[in-house]
Nanobody, 119 residues
């Protein structure tokens, strides 16, 4: 089982930056894809960015050019650098990790971290 711990959320003014982190711990064979999702009040959870098993990076059109997803494999940590933040980026951000434990593929979610963009 994998446990994910997110950090780095908070209140920031429009145009500012934040860096989210997600540390993975527990027992697993290997991590395949990793991703960040977000959910704003009254809206469905949406994909923000993903690193696929092949290493490709995929971004939502609304964040492309402003957000950067990265991972530190040695530390089993996922990051989301968010620049030029806008009020519409306000949401709870969740990290998601797909991992193998033996031959079985599992998916784990963090508890979420609040990001508020407001002046």
């Amino acid at each position: 089982q994998v446990h994910l711990m997110e950090s780095g959320g908070g209140l920031v003014q429009p145009g500012g930056s934040l860096r989210l982190s997600c540390a993975a711990s527990g027992s697993f064979s290997s991590i395949t894809s990793v991703a960040w999702y977000r959910q704003a009040p009254g809206k469905e959870r949406e994909l923000v960015a993903r690193i696929t098993n092949s290493g490709s990076r995929v971004y939502a059109s609304s964040v492309k050019g402003r957000f950067i997803i990265s991972r530190d494999n040695a530390k089993n940590t996922l990051f989301l650098q968010m620049n030029s933040l806008k009020p519409e980026d306000t949401a709870v951000y969740y990290c998601n990790v797909d991992y193998l434990n033996g031959p079985q593929l599992y998916s784990a979610w963090g508890q979420g971290t609040q990001v508020t963009v407001s002046s």
